[in-house]
Structure formats: C-alpha cells, structure tokens
C-alpha cells in the first residue's frame, strides 16, 4: 500500500563491473500502485503525482496487471529527445491547465522495477526475478507504457552512458542481479556525466539552516547569451561551514541594488523566464529570495546535464577564475550531446 519510498543510488564516477546496467531517465521518479480501477502515482517524496498526469493514469489500466506496484519514471518526449521543461510546467495548481496540457503534451510511463504482482510481494525476490516478471508484465504493452532497456554487458553499458544522452538522458543506473528492492537506501549505483564551466556569480541566497545573514547557501550564476542578455542558469553549493561564512565578506564588497541589477525588477532587458526569485511549483512558500551582485566575479562549476538553457541540477563549485572576463562567460563554452533519436534507446540498440 502506498506510499513507498523509492530505492536509491549511489554515485561512481566509473561504470562497475558484473552488474546490470539501465539509462538513468530524466523525469519524474514514480511508483504506480494499481488495484483495479484505483491508481495511484506517488513521487519520490512520496506527494501523490495522480492528479498531474491522468493521462499516465489511463494508460496504467490500459497496459498494466489489474492488482501491481512498479517502480519508474514518468517522462515527457518531444522530438526525438526528452523534455524535462515541459514536465515541469505538468505541475500545476489548475485542473483545467492540466487537462489541456495531458493532451498537447502527454507523458509516458517508463517502468524499471517491479514491487508486487497481484498478491505477491516481490521485495525480497533478487531483481532477476523481479525483472523477468517485468519483462513478461510489459510484453504486449503499447508506447504510453515502456520497459526500460537492461543489459549485463559493460561495453554496451558504456556505449549507453556515451550516446543516450543526446536523447536527454543524464547517465547509467547499475544493479546487482541479487539485490531486493529496498525502499529509501542507497544500494544502487549511478554513473552521471561531468562537465565544467566558468559562470558569473551575479548574485547568493542566504544558508536556510543557519541564521539570517550568517552564512551563503549558494551562488546565482549566469551565462552570456547573444553578447549581452544575462541569463540565469542555476545555482552551486557544496561549501562547508567554515566556508559558508567566509564567503559573506568575500562577497560584501559586489553587493549592489536590485533595481539595477541585470535580474531585478526594474531592468526592462529580454531575458524571458531566466531570472531567480520565482515562485516553485513544487511549495509555493518556498524561500527564493537572493542577494543582487555585481556581475564581476567568475567561478568554475561541475555540472552533470543543461536543459532548456539552465543547468538540470545544482552546480559544485571548483575555483575562482579571476582570469575570465564575466561577458567571455557565454553559453558557446557548453559541450552539446550529439543528437541521439530516443526511439533507439527503448530498443536497445
């Protein structure tokens, strides 16, 4: 019975041996739970997605076994690639927003793991089994509802990790053929890719654990598009304490006024929805305020994947890059994917 939480994966930088290795998908994580005409969508939080996606509800009774729980990932495909942007904009408060959108922009259901097959608890079963199961569970199922590709072979796994990301897909998840399903641990491994930019730090937010004005949460950062437009394209972290508050004074001296600040309210510059500050979908009380800096100073960041223009995680922070002049700091330093046609991913190939 819902909810469950999903198990999770560790991060190597290498793909290990003597596993079983899948695509790391890049949507919502989802465990569906279906019993008859009752279908539920539980997220990794455990927040019910059902109401967000009755689309993905339908295609369930259509393809999945009357009484299961099947651990996956909800997704969005446009083109030949997915779209983690337009899956964003699925979140929404209004009712009638998200039917219109279910049929201009439909998700599919990506399905990985198996949890339980009518009234069977398949936890304790070694991920063989439960995959097996899976793959006969999914046979005659249509392209609403796919089976994730799986393989022993680590040369296939690295020709994956290489070329499905031109498909939007952000690296490899691995598995021991042994391994029971265990809610909320990490027992899986991820391979994800890294890359680094330089980046200017426009501006910061406040550490939410440690007291007002104490300590740096993390630094706004920009990229240069056309030659002038500021774009806001994510933030970094991963500072210690001790670090969290040396950064106050390193950053005092670039503090400026917001009106007149590239993202602040009172610059009229066309940088369409890439400015900080706006209201998540995800809690709508959520905290987004920033400090404004001076776009002067330059940093080198770690990232693992850039979609619609805007990093897909949080950023690490590596060095200061006093050398870079911040407009050198422009969206043509990215590496692109090759392109790679997501229908080559479900089959394998």
Known sequence: MPPVKPMLAKSQSAIPPALVYEPKWDGFRCIVFRDGDEVELGSRNEKPLTRYFPEVVEAVKANLPQRCVVDGEIVIVTGDSLDFEALLQRIHPADSRVRKLAVETPASFVAFDLLALGDESLMGEPFSRRRALLVDTLASSDSRVLLTPATDSVELAQRWFEVFEGAGLDGVVAKAPQLTYQPDQ???????????????????????????????????????????????????????????????????????????????????????????GGVTRWNAGKDLSWVPLRPELVCEVAYDHMEGGRFRHTAQFRRWRPDREPTSCTYEQLERPVRFDLADVLSGA
């Open 186 to 276: 990490r027992v899986m491994v991820k391979i994800k890719h890294e890359r680094t930019a330089d980046c200017v730090v426009a501006g910061f937010r406040w550490h939410r654990a440690s007291a007002a004005g104490t300590a740096v949460g993390s630094l706004m950062l920009g990229l240069y598009s056309d030659g002038e437009v500021l774009q806001h394209v994510g933030v970094c972290g991963a500072f210690s304490a001790a670090r969290r508050r040396e950064l106050i004074a390193e950053l005092e001296p670039y503090r400026m006024d917001e009106s007149a600040h590239p993202w602040g309210s009172g610059v009229t510059a066309d940088v369409g929805d890439r400015r900080p």
